[in-house]
């Protein structure tokens, strides 16, 4: 379903962006890394797509989503859906890195099916009820609110909790100024579950979320509610 494959031209014009030295045999170990990052995904794939139908409520029907690997793009991207390993270079041999390339995939996939499907889906219902409340005071952040739970969520189910916790609190503890670490932040506040239930719990506390102070938030009444 997710195909991953090396563009030549791509990686070219990318390098010529990141103005980086050029690495020895750059597109032969770009080739191979594609399908090393194949055979790892593959692994994966099923267990996180049936998430991602059950959390988006959406469909997937698509044969193949195309995701070009690259080892030197600064970070990866959604459109066109490219991955970097310029982190993780050695995914054949290192389980971190081999983490790291899937968190990545899941990260990117969560933006991707936000973007493909119907404004009128569940999801994207939810995304534009968050813009409006506006509780980052930013577009970014507030988008990633929702990408970032769904990441984390995907990441606790597939890896356990524990390295769900380890990557919401490294994203807070090391982009502290950016959107990626604001909304982490407010993730751990607003104590949205790291599991498949986090848009629920998104969708059923976003009217206590915004604006309003800490001591109003009726989060703690909610998992009352939820566990009842
Ligand atoms: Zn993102």
């Not at 139908?53 to 959406?58: D, F, G, V």
């Not at 993780?88 to 996939?109: Q, T």
């Not at 995907?154 to 919401?168: M, T």
């Amino acid at each position: 379903m997710v195909r991953f494959v090396y563009s030549y031209p791509y990686e070219e014009a990318l390098l010529e962006l990141a103005k980086g030295k050029v690495l020895r045999n750059l597109h032969e170990k770009g080739y191979e890394k594609a399908k090393i990052a194949q055979e790892i995904w593959n692994k994966y794939e099923k267990e996180v797509l049936d998430l991602y139908r059950l959390m988006y409520k959406i469909k997937i029907s698509e044969e193949s989503i195309k995701a070009y690997i690259s080892l030197v793009a600064p970070n990866s991207f959604s459109d066109p859906f490219t991955i970097s390993l310029r982190k993780w270079a050695d995914i054949e041999k290192n389980a971190r890195s081999e983490r790291g390339f899937v968190y990545s995939v899941i990260h990117e996939l969560a933006h991707y099916f936000l973007y493909t499907r119907d404004e009128r889906s569940y999801v994207n219902k939810l995304h534009a009820r968050l813009q409006k409340e506006n509780t980052l005071k930013n577009w970014g952040a507030n988008l990633h609110y929702l990408i970032q739970a769904v990441e984390f969520a995907i990441v606790g189910e597939i890896f356990g909790l524990k390295y769900a916790e380890y990557s919401r609190d490294w994203v807070i503890n090391n982009w502290k100024t950016n959107e990626y670490g604001k909304s982490a932040k407010l993730l751990k506040k607003h104590k949205v579950p790291l599991d498949k239930t986090c848009l629920e719990y998104i969708d059923k506390t976003l009217p206590n979320l915004s604006l309003r102070p800490a001591k109003r938030y009726n989060i703690v009444a909610y998992d009352k509610q939820a566990s009842a």
